[in-house]
């Protein structure tokens, strides 16, 4: 998706489709590309989870800032492992 918001500026938009044109030889396929990455479903991500992460051969990691981080940073640590923890419940149920 970033590569999707570098190209807001004209230059970079122009970049890109040449890069696409070098690399498929069409500079139109940023399209083609957008729509197959929009095409796909969360069935799909799970299904790959699944089938490439198989639950004995998984390793999930927490990193916990250290005791003299800014507060806000703590917040920021708090709230985005409260939100994986949510995503990882799905794909464990």
Known sequence: MTRLYSAE???TRAELLQGYNDDAGLPDYAN???ADRSAVLVEDV???Y???LPPDRR???FVLPRADTP???DRIIRDETAQLTEV???FTQ
Do not use: G, T
């Open 88 to 90: 990882f419940k799905d």
């Open 59 to 61: 390793v999930v990691v």
């Open 46 to 48: 799970r299904k790959a």
């Open 32 to 34: 083609r590309e957008f």
């Open 50 to 52: 699944y089938d490439l």
């Open 71 to 73: 507060e806000e940073f």
């Open 9 to 11: 500026r004209f230059s």
